[in-house]
């Protein structure tokens, strides 16, 4: 079992940044890669970024490139997503998840919530225009 915690979400004018955080506890040294998603209000969950947890190759969603950025501190069992330039359209409640079956990051967009294992509980952010 893997157990996940986020943090960081919050309201944000458009145009801020935020930096969630995702720490993992119990056995970690399962994880084989970690990621992020969000879900909109009124939508389907979905892709937003990954990493490796060896290597730190990430993948994320084209339209988020440039903006959103995932980091890894193994030390710390911890992978952090960056988001800069927020726009009304990111307001989302946003989901941290691994995978422990080593599906790699590139196909995190296309199995969505079948990609991850375990997954936290979610931060709110709301961007407000």
């Known amino acids: 079992q893997v157990h996940l915690l986020e943090a960081g979400g919050g309201l944000v004018q458009a145009g801020g940044s935020l930096r969630l955080s995702c720490t993992a506890s119990?056995?970690?040294?399962?994880?084989?890669?970690m990621g992020w998603f969000r879900q909109p209000p009124g939508k389907e969950r979905e892709f937003v970024a990954a990493?490796?947890?060896?290597?730190?190759?990430?993948y994320g969603m084209d339209s988020v490139k440039g903006r959103f950025t995932i980091q890894r501190d193994r030390g710390k069992n911890a992978a952090n997503l960056q988001i800069d330039m927020l726009e009304p359209e990111d307001t989302a409640v946003y989901y941290c998840?691994?995978?422990?079956?080593?599906?790699?990051?590139?196909?995190?967009?296309?199995?969505?919530?079948?990609?991850?294992?375990?997954w936290g509980l979610g931060t709110q952010v709301t961007v407000s225009s």
């Open positions: 998840a691994v995978d422990v079956q080593d599906r790699g990051v590139a196909t995190a967009r296309a199995l969505g919530i079948f990609w991850g294992d375990f």
């Open positions: 119990g056995q970690t040294s399962s994880i084989k890669n």
């Open positions: 990493i490796a947890w060896n290597d730190g190759r990430t």
